[in-house]
């Protein structure tokens, strides 16, 4: 471990580790757009700047690693100064007229932009507002009134932007609010492993597209949701109740139960329904911060009237409510029985690999090519086509599975 001091502070932290998740880990607020835990950085936004003693200049955090004896400052005037600076670059091709405005918390959505006559997009109607990481950024370094091309003309404003992506019932894709960070792009590539989104263009043409620039449902993209995650502002978007998700009232962790997995997650509440999901990485070290399709999106299976509010236990013929300490106490009781009685294998979950099957079995693919038995990767689970609504994951055997219930009909 090696000892670094942060504004003052001193702290512990791995050495090597990257300086950007050890000042955010320390409850210190440092803007990041284009980082993503985990990931190599990417150095793109260059809003991560820190001064560091004895090195000439600023540093990105994102690419600098912690090492003993380390001396952060990250609010002094000139590491303010140069934010401002750098993120004042990223704006000038956004629709930002918001983002730097001093009286934005007066506006309401049917109000007329007193600032400027070719305002086009606002915050304030904005299905991400107030859970945009350009828009809380754009509030923490004060860019409020800091506009350097005052006078000059606005890109954004004057040429026409793309219309939005909205083919898929799943996301959709605004290209006009894009920072080009490339997070959604690394996320696709280095995590899912899918490769859907890429970087097109060059200089002032480059821009974020999915497969070779058509409609999202024509590239194969697998719906997790992944870039939804990682996108600092509005450019993907969940499509199902994403203005009901602004107004989310608490989250709840839960367990989705479309596979074995059993994938952690976080679904936001309203009203008691669940109106968005976003994955839960401490839960499940497998899944860890990644859902497949299904998970992600497939929440209104269950209607409200349909959830079980208590424990039911299987006893007097029928089921009966229950406490959960009675239920949890029988769920003991028996799990030991069984184990006392047919030994601890026979305690587990219900599924079991190939490897793992017992001689004599799975004799069915035997004499089948490899591309019968050949399994598709966690996550994978539907897939849109153009002229389809949804395509069932193979069942491991080379047999279709039943589409879910949002593919029929």
């Given at each position: ?256 139960t479309y596979c074995s997995v059993g994938c ?20 499940n070290p497998v899944s860890r911060d990644q ?119």
């Amino acid at each position: 471990m090696a000892k670094l001091t942060i504004d003052g502070r001193e702290i512990e932290a791995p050495e090597g580790a990257p300086l950007v998740e050890v000042i955010k880990d320390a409850g210190v607020y440092i803007s990041n757009l284009c980082y993503i835990n985990g990931l190599p950085p990417y150095a793109g936004c260059r809003t991560c700047l820190v001064e560091i003693e004895g090195m000439r200049g600023l540093q990105l955090s994102c690419t600098a690693k912690v090492a003993d004896g380390m001396e952060v400052r990250t609010d002094t005037p000139e590491v303010k100064s140069s934010r401002q600076a750098v993120l004042s670059l990223i704006l000038s091709y956004h629709s930002d007229r918001c983002l730097t405005c001093h009286r934005v918390v007066k506006c309401k959505p049917g109000d007329t932009c007193l600032r400027d006559n070719v305002v086009t997009h606002r915050c304030v109607t904005c299905s991400k507002n107030y859970r945009c990481e350009l828009q809380t950024t754009c509030e923490m370094l004060e860019m409020a009134g800091y506009e350097p091309w005052e006078g000059e003309e606005r890109t954004y404003y004057q040429l026409e932007q793309p219309e939005p992506d909205r083919a898929n019932p799943f996301l959709e894709f605004d290209p006009q609010m894009c920072i080009i960070c490339t997070r959604c792009v690394r996320a696709c590539d280095e995590i899912r492993h899918t490769g859907a989104i890429t970087l097109a263009g060059r200089g002032f043409e480059s821009r974020i597209e999915f497969g070779a620039g058509g409609r999202v449902d024509e590239s194969n993209c697998d719906f997790c949701g992944a870039c939804i995650d990682v996108c600092p502002t509005a450019t993907l978007m969940e499509r199902p109740n994403k203005w009901a998700a602004a107004q989310t009232e608490r989250w709840v962790p839960t367990t989705c139960t479309y596979c074995s997995v059993g994938c952690t997650l976080n679904l936001g509440m309203k009203k008691g329904r669940g109106v968005i999901v976003r994955p839960d990485s401490g839960g499940n070290p497998v899944s860890r911060d990644q859902l497949c399709v299904r998970g992600r999106f497939h929440y209104d299976a269950v209607k409200p009237s349909e959830r079980l509010a208590q424990p039911l236990m299987r006893r007097n013929g029928g089921l009966d409510a229950a406490t959960w300490d009675e239920a949890l106490e029988f769920a003991v009781a028996r799990l030991a029985e069984v184990r006392e009685k047919h030994g601890p294998d026979a305690v587990g979950p219900g599924v079991q690999s190939q490897r793992r099957r017992p001689p004599g079995q799975g004799r069915r693919h035997q004499g089948r090519g490899a591309a019968h038995r050949r399994q598709r990767p966690l996550g994978r689970a539907v897939r849109l086509r153009p002229g389809v609504a949804a395509a069932a994951p193979g069942r491991g055997d080379g047999r279709p599975r039943r589409p879910p219930p949002f593919a029929r009909g």
